[in-house]
């Protein structure tokens, strides 16, 4: 039996007989839906992650205050690496459903800018992408990666992009918008997975939506529109740009430094990587076309 596997059927807070499936499409932790005599539940197993800046503890804060905040299912168990939430029995989403419910995606994270920071109690964490960008590099370059003499010309554009950004309030961010972390149960839609919760900007998470779900320009301006309220300016459609060229790096060097370190049921972290490489070269190319080197 898988060690992951054994640690959720050892919990002590099911009761009658136990029944676990492996749920597919994790690319970091293995999860599980477990039904027990009460209902079904989802079970994901994966410890802090100091080379991603992930804590179990902080994730756990977040996912309890984004189901106090309407957003996500009630956490009802987390301890030594073992997460435990109802299971929601809804469809996940992929790109092209992202896309065709776009101002529902969008507004869901607009509520977790708004509601969610003054629920965070006790240990907070900040999201800035462009430092986890040269933290990723030093990993890389300290490992010997395959892909480490890249390093330095990723971060002379990194410093570009950052110097691109404009003045936004503070918010508490998902930082994760990838298609399979929201979930439509025919009612309405979820956001989950909190590990990469974090304060930082707006910015990061409108960047990453458009970027993990393959926006178009047209659609890109209409997110935007719909986000501030308002049609962005050049200085803001600048600073979006730039921050969705930092969105495509951070997750190709996230899939770099987990090829090092994680090993995932099915996770393919070479390729994963790859894909977003080509997302981040196509994206700067784009961005440079538009607003210059």
């Not at 099911?14 to 597919?24: M, S």
């Not at 956490?75 to 419910?101: H, I, P, Q, S, W």
């Not at 971060?155 to 503070?170: S, Y």
Request: proline letters at 3%; aromatic letters at 12%.
């Amino acid at each position: 039996m898988d060690t992951a596997e054994q640690k959720v059927r050892s919990l002590n807070i099911w009761e009658g007989p136990v029944t676990i499936e492996l749920l597919k499409g994790g690319v970091s932790n293995a999860g599980f839906k477990v039904t027990d005599a009460t209902g079904n539940y989802v079970a994901r197993v994966g410890h802090d992650y100091p080379f991603h800046q992930v804590s179990r503890t902080r994730e756990a804060i977040a996912a309890r205050a984004a189901f106090e905040a309407g957003l996500s299912p009630k956490l009802l168990y987390a301890k030594d690496g073992v997460m435990v939430l109802r299971f929601l029995g809804a469809k996940t989403y992929a790109e092209a459903d992202v896309r065709a419910n776009w101002q529902a995606c969008v507004d869901i994270v607009k509520s977790c800018h708004r509601d969610m920071g003054k629920r965070i109690l006790g240990q907070g964490a900040i999201f800035w992408v462009f430092q986890i960008i040269r933290d990723y590099g030093a990993t890389l370059q300290a490992k010997g990666h395959a892909r480490a003499h890249e390093v330095p010309r990723w971060l002379g554009i990194v410093d570009q992009l950052e110097a691109q950004q404009v003045p936004l309030p503070v918010i508490f961010g998902h930082h994760d918008l990838l298609p399979t972390n929201f979930l439509d149960d025919g009612q309405r839609l979820w956001l989950i997975d909190w590990e990469y919760g974090a304060f930082g900007t707006a910015m990061f998470d409108l960047a990453n939506l458009a970027a993990a779900n393959s926006f178009d320009d047209a659609l890109e301006a209409r997110m935007l529109e719909h986000y501030f309220e308002r049609k962005a300016d050049e200085a803001l459609a600048r600073a979006f740009s730039a921050m969705k060229v930092g969105a495509a790096l951070r997750e190709a060097t996230w899939g770099m430094i987990s090829e090092i370190y994680l090993n995932a049921p099915g996770a393919d972290y070479v390729a994963y990587a790859a894909e977003y490489l080509g997302r981040f070269e196509a994206i700067l190319l784009s961005h440079q076309k538009r607003f210059g080197k």
